[in-house]
């Protein structure tokens, strides 16, 4: 009368015969090259990496095109590095900071402030400590450039997991209680499906951060000696010292093809694997696609070598441990609870205490009370030029995001363009700025600004797009209707419906001005150093002249700007918009 | 305060179910451990809960007593906010109670228990996960061998009526196969009990029909190798369609008020004047039975504590409106109205208290009677009801005046929201507060007593009384 005993005959869902299953598919034509050829630059890169330092002063970087394939792989590498520690670390942080509510309590402000010190910081202070790891390899010297990238690409992406595991389905949650998975089971099987679509968002943004910052992080200065690593990044310092052109043209021209390629082997399938994990449960009526996706699902190479390594992980998801003995620790009352906080809270403020007074002590070797108003100031003036470029951008790109928007076959192009140009790293185009500051004699504090931007405005358009394309047809229909135009329809009509994703768009936009203030407000062409009067200039100036102190206070101010601007101007916008304006 | 539950044998039908007892023979393979005889699959004694720890907060539960036997289903009916939801959470380990015990299959529960599967209102499906991946995700949890798992979770598809569909993801199903893949889950692990959080309430009428007479039939067929069945719900007809006995909860604090035992023959048709004749019962029970369905005096003395359901004046002034009017002239059976507008009880029930509440109707015993200002009200202009409803609103609901009050003592004629929103945390929880308070709001600003900028959080007096 079991259902067993009903349905004993069936075997599995009518699967074909075992040898009809290892047959290739036409896809695998497409997919054997790609993997062998991947395989062998792989090993390629890693040989290279498993050198000794002077391996390296033997060979140094040359401007010859030719070598810049090679170079590109070096990079690339160091960034999908970079990328896969970044996620590692998402997959560990986050969930500590949701999981026990004290450990958040001070990780959550603590990736608050990693996020908002600047990478060059980070190299500066941690490139001792990488070289001695290795003494004398080049491992040393690629881990310490591993980390500076990571530092410009983990953070977001820790605050996207953290927010999914934050808001995480209750029914799903009580599945997984009621159905007694493990904890483990409950990560894989709820916890990160749940958080994929932000994750690769995220991932693809910090993607993008990174090459801005491969320039700073391929060269690694130890004292007075500078070790350069091959890659795209050290070839660009290295055309723009011997003021080479042509050498920046070949770099752009790299890049254009690096970024094509990772987004068509990696982002894009990511994305569209990804959007299966949408938490929602309407059919959407297009979904992303991507060649390669449809190679790996469909070829019988990877199913065949996929078909273990799947079966592996689902068995760790059967794994029970050994049932701890259940603890009797008695309930405790709210009362001890409230004491565990206090006592905590306090631990917290003793600690705080201490590393700041450290700090201080520091600073003080080195500061004066002068500096510090000097540095503020600084911060001031950057501070200005991130919200005039802001509102800049949004006036110009508010306009043309919301035409593009409502045509849907324009919006299909200019989206990946939008996509592709904030993937693309606008520093290489800071040299054209030198060069015309210096023939026109123009003034940097101005005309350097623009530079800060010229990444990140992107992210600006490409979310008052997708909002336009989410204004509902009927208000479309209404404003029609009843013939609104010209202001009036902007701002009776058009502004109030985008402005959420324009606020979404300047958040990311404005933390990525910030981020790239260090390496837009100083920029050198040659002998020829142009230089803004801001903190970012100021961060750039001590980490070169190594003067701990001054930059430790320069970052200490940049924090304190970052996160109170966040919290006070974007924070309060972000909420108003979406408890006034969110058309839903 | 000890409650036993009422036994109110309803002596409808008259012939037993032919075979229900003998389907409940134990089945052969790996179903649920056979128990001694007589011991109840589960039992709840004595279960209180409380909203929070705090030992001062309101009772969810009140003294809670129940049994369920083998092969029984057993309904938990109750309005929102009778605690079933709660109680059944309570049961699967998913919540504790503040006291009281809950044994299933004679084990005390403490944590998620073991013997037990849930079905949730909202499907509570995997996105990413293939309907046979959803349905052998509580297998592998189990940690059973992955050959096992498939055979066992295509077994129950099979079973369910998902064939064919089991490589779909959740969003390609409609909300009736939806629902099929969580009761293949759920079913898939041969539960000593399973329960079954309102599975029909988010399916439109029909889908709900079909997948619970397929349900139905399974069971009364002996195809489940489940050992018992609680169902909670709102909905009358359906208890009564699908159940052994029923549970009638009373609200605020949820207490079990009355016992029903359904003796009617399967398949039960809604249309049988003996279901009707249960289902009216039950609606006289629930009616009468509320205690949080207060008359004029009860409202008074409930004073700021008195919590306001959410309804739109428009719905108010639609049911004054019908009641009035032909064929019911002011006084009307409840089962009819629920059936001609296609509402549930639950939703009904709030509409009617709330204007007994407000003074404009009586509802007793599963009728509803307008009170003469009810009737003015049902056949007056704009401008008279507005003054109407204004009246009994101050009259009535003692926030109303007391808000009114307060604006008019202050200078400037105006207060913040938080100023009532904290007095009113002081006699209800958070959420019931900020429902009082959205209820007030609409109501006042039909009635024009007084206004409410949202944008400043700020209640005023109209501008025009201040001048």
């Not at chain 1, 049932?323 to 709210?334: G, K, T, V």
């Not at chain 1, 501070?383 to 005039?388: E, H």
């Not at chain 1, 490409?462 to 047809?473: C, D, L, R, T």
């Not at chain 1, 920029?523 to 070169?544: F, P």
Request: charged share 15%.
């Amino acid at each position: 009368m079991t259902m067993h005993v009903l349905h004993g005959g069936r075997d599995g869902l009518g699967s074909p015969s075992p040898l009809a299953r290892l047959a290739p598919s036409r896809w695998d034509m497409v997919a054997l090259p790609l993997v062998l050829g991947l395989l062998a630059l792989l090993v390629f890169g890693g040989h290279e990496v498993a050198q000794p330092l002077s391996q390296l002063e033997r060979t140094p970087i040359t401007l010859d095109p030719w070598t810049l394939p090679y170079y590109a792989l070096r990079t690339t590498l160091r960034m999908l590095a970079a990328l896969g520690a970044s996620l590692l670390f998402t997959l560990v942080y986050a969930p500590l900071a949701v999981k026990s509510q004290r450990a958040g309590q001070i990780l959550i402000p603590a990736l608050d402030i990693l996020q908002s010190v600047p990478v060059l910081t980070y190299l500066s202070f941690t490139v001792t400590f990488f070289l001695g790891l290795f003494p004398g390899q080049v491992v040393g010297a690629e881990l310490a450039s591993i980390f500076a990238i990571f530092t410009s690409q983990a953070w977001n992406m820790t605050f996207s997991f953290y927010q999914s595991l934050r808001t995480v389905p209750s029914d799903l949650e009580e599945v997984c209680t009621g159905y007694h998975f493990s904890t483990w089971q409950r990560f894989w099987r709820l916890e990160v499906p749940f958080a994929i679509p932000g994750l690769v968002w995220n991932m693809m943004m910090s993607m993008s951060g990174g090459w801005f910052f491969v320039v700073a992080a391929e060269a690694v200065t130890v004292g007075s000696t500078t070790i350069t690593l091959p890659g795209v990044g050290a070839y660009l310092a290295l055309a723009i010292e011997q003021r080479d052109l042509g050498a920046i043209g070949w770099v752009i021209l790299t890049m254009l093809g690096v970024i094509l390629l990772y987004d068509q082997l990696l982002f894009r399938p990511l994305v569209a694997w990804a959007d299966r994990f949408r938490a929602d449960t309407v059919q959407a009526e297009e979904r992303p696609t991507s060649w390669v996706l449809t190679m790996v699902e469909r070829s019988t190479l990877f199913r065949t070598l996929g078909r273990p390594a799947g079966g592996a992980a689902r068995a760790t998801l059967r794994w029970r441990l050994p049932a701890l003995p259940r603890l009797s620790a008695p309930r405790l009352s709210p009362r001890a609870v409230r004491m565990g906080d206090y006592v905590w809270q306090g631990a917290l403020a003793v600690m705080a205490l201490y590393v700041a007074v450290h700090g201080i002590q520091f600073m003080a070797t080195g500061v004066t009370w002068g500096d510090v108003g000097h540095v503020v100031l600084l911060g001031l003036a950057t501070m200005v030029r991130v919200v005039v470029l802001i509102v800049l951008a949004a006036v110009i790109w508010v306009p043309i995001g919301v035409m593009v928007g409502m045509r849907p076959r324009l919006a299909a192009i200019v989206q990946p363009l939008a996509q592709f140009l904030a993937a693309f790293p606008s520093n290489l185009f800071f040299p054209v700025a030198v060069a015309a500051i210096v023939h026109w004699t123009l003034n940097p504090d101005i005309w350097l600004s623009p530079l800060m931007i010229l990444g990140t405005q992107w992210y600006i358009l490409f979310n008052v797009v997708a909002g336009s394309q989410a204004y509902p047809v009927d208000l479309r229909d209404v404003i029609a209707n009843l013939r609104l135009r010209g202001w009036r329809k902007w701002r009776d009509a058009l502004l109030p419906g985008v402005f959420p994703h324009l606020v979404t768009g300047a958040i990311t936009a404005s933390g990525g001005a910030w981020n790239a203030s260090i390496v837009a407000e100083a920029v050198s062409w040659g002998d020829t150093h142009v230089q803004a009067r801001g903190l970012g200039a100021y961060i750039a100036q001590m980490t070169t002249d190594a003067d701990f102190p001054r930059l430790v206070l320069g970052n200490v101010v940049m924090v304190c700007f970052v996160v109170l601007f966040n919290r006070l101007v974007w924070r309060p916008l972000y909420a108003y918009a979406e408890r006034r304006l969110r058309v839903s | 305060m000890n409650l036993t539950p009422k036994s109110l044998r309803a002596a409808l039908g008259a012939h037993a179910p032919a075979d229900l007892a003998t389907a409940g023979v134990a089945p052969a393979a790996p179903g649920p451990r056979p128990l001694p005889s007589g011991v109840p699959i589960l039992t709840v004694k004595d279960v209180c809960k409380r909203y929070d720890s705090d030992p001062d907060s309101p009772l969810v539960l009140d003294n809670v007593n129940m049994t369920v036997d083998r092969r029984e289903i057993v309904a938990l009916l109750g309005r929102s906010g009778s605690g079933k939801s709660t109680l059944l959470r309570i049961i699967a380990g998913l919540l504790s109670s503040t006291s009281g015990q809950v044994a299933v299959a004679g084990k005390p529960v403490s944590g998620p228990a073991n013997d037990v599967a849930m079905v949730f209102q909202s499907f509570a499906l995997f996105p990413w996960l293939t309907v046979l991946e959803n349905v052998q995700v509580g297998l592998e949890a189990r940690g059973v061998p992955p050959a096992e798992m498939r055979k066992r979770a295509l077994a129950a598809i099979d079973l369910i009526g998902l064939d064919g569909f089991e490589n779909a993801y959740p969003r390609e199903l409609s909300g009736g196969m939806r629902q099929r893949v969580g009761f293949a889950r759920a079913l898939v692990l041969d539960p000593g009990i399973l329960l079954l959080d309102e599975p029909f309430s988010a399916l439109d009428v029909l889908t709900a029909e079909t997948v619970r007479t397929d349900f139905l039939d399974l069971w009364g067929d002996g195809h489940l190798a489940i050992g018992a069945v609680l169902l909670v719900t709102h909905n009358i007809e359906e208890a009564v369609q699908m159940c052994d006995r029923i549970l009638v909860m009373s609200s605020n604090p949820g207490r079990v008020a009355a016992e029903i035992e359904v003796t009617l023959p399967h398949p039960r048709v809604r249309t049988d004047p003996a279901f009707r004749q249960l289902v009216d019962h039950i609606y006289g029970l629930m009616t009468r039975r509320r205690k949080a369905a207060p008359g004029i005096a009860e409202t008074l003395a409930a004073g700021l504590s008195l919590q306001l359901p959410h309804v739109s004046t428009n719905v108010l002034a639609g049911l004054m409106e019908m009641v009035d009017a032909e064929p019911h002239n002011g006084v009307a059976d409840l089962p009819v109205i629920s059936s001609a507008l296609q509402m549930s009880t639950d939703d009904l029930l709030k509409v009617a208290e709330t204007l007994q509440m407000l003074g404009f109707a009586e509802v007793v015993e599963g009728d509803i009677r307008l009170l003469p200002p009810a009737r003015q009200f049902a056949q007056a202009e704009l401008d008279v009801r507005k003054r109407l409803f204004a009246d009994h609103l101050l009259q009535r609901i003692p926030l109303a005046s007391h808000i009114r009050r307060v604006l008019q003592e202050r200078p400037n004629h105006r207060a913040p929201r938080p100023r009532f929103e904290t007095e009113l945390e002081d006699h209800m929880s958070e959420t019931a507060a900020d429902e009082t308070l959205k209820a007030m709001i609409s109501w006042a600003r039909y009635a024009e007593v007084f206004a409410y900028d949202g944008d400043t959080a700020q209640f005023h007096l109209d501008a025009e009384e201040e001048a």
